[in-house]
């Protein structure tokens, strides 16, 4: 019952914002205004969210990515300083969800992984983040399971979004597709562990510029 009205909050709260949408690309060229302030915004970095039982490859390759295109990328724990990936990796964090819980940053990720999604969705500090990161105008990403997150929020209504197969029923209101890496204006789901490098760029673009993806790319020997 408590786990039901703390998921009621959440999507009242992200019911009443309306989220900047300034057109929909499905690539890694800029949004328009990609670089805009919004003042609501209290930190110019990327949030990367980090809960026990995140997959590895879906966290630590977007990090990776957004620091070599020279992104401000601050690994946050949600269950503690340490946290431990689905298959054993254990990671040390740059702050707590605790110690962030009431910033607005440029951006936040959602890595997926089990039982690392439902670590995420079943903490309210974290649906209240994205929620005003949105509100912000930041960009939002999330991966595999991870959409569900966005969607039980409420914040993919109207919007094409995909996710891993058999978590679709949790894109509340979303146009569900099965592209591999989807943005529709400052929102980017993608499909499974094998695209994330594509997320991340996807991520990395609209905050950086296509010139600064291109050069990465072509330093880490990447063709497509």
Request: with cysteine; charged share 25%; net charge positive.
């Amino acid at each position: 019952m408590r786990g039901d009205a703390a998921r009621l909050r959440h999507v009242l709260i992200c019911s009443l914002t309306e989220p900047l949408r300034s057109g929909r690309y499905y690539g890694a060229e800029p949004i328009s205004d990609p670089k805009g302030v919004n003042p609501m915004m209290t930190d110019s970095s990327v949030y990367v969210l980090f809960a026990d039982g995140f997959e590895e490859i879906e966290a630590v390759t977007p990090v990776d990515i957004l620091r070599r295109m020279e992104l401000d990328v601050v690994l946050v724990g949600v269950t503690g300083k340490q946290v431990r990936g689905a298959h054993g990796m254990e990671l040390t964090m740059d702050r707590t969800l605790n110690q962030l819980k009431n910033q607005t940053p440029a951006a936040v990720i959602l890595p997926g992984g089990m039982p690392g999604t439902r670590n995420l969705d079943a903490t309210r500090p974290v649906g209240e983040l994205v929620c005003r990161t949105a509100e912000s105008g930041g960009v939002v990403g999330a991966i595999c399971a991870a959409p569900m997150v966005l969607g039980r929020l409420g914040l993919l209504r109207g919007r094409r979004a995909t996710c891993f197969p058999g978590f679709e029923e949790h894109l509340l209101g979303a146009e569900k597709v099965s592209d591999r890496v989807v943005t529709d204006g400052r929102f980017v789901t993608a499909a499974r562990a094998r695209v994330a490098r594509l997320f991340a760029f996807a991520r990395g673009s609209p905050m950086k510029d296509s010139v600064s993806a291109a050069f990465v790319r072509r330093s880490m020997q990447f063709s497509d």
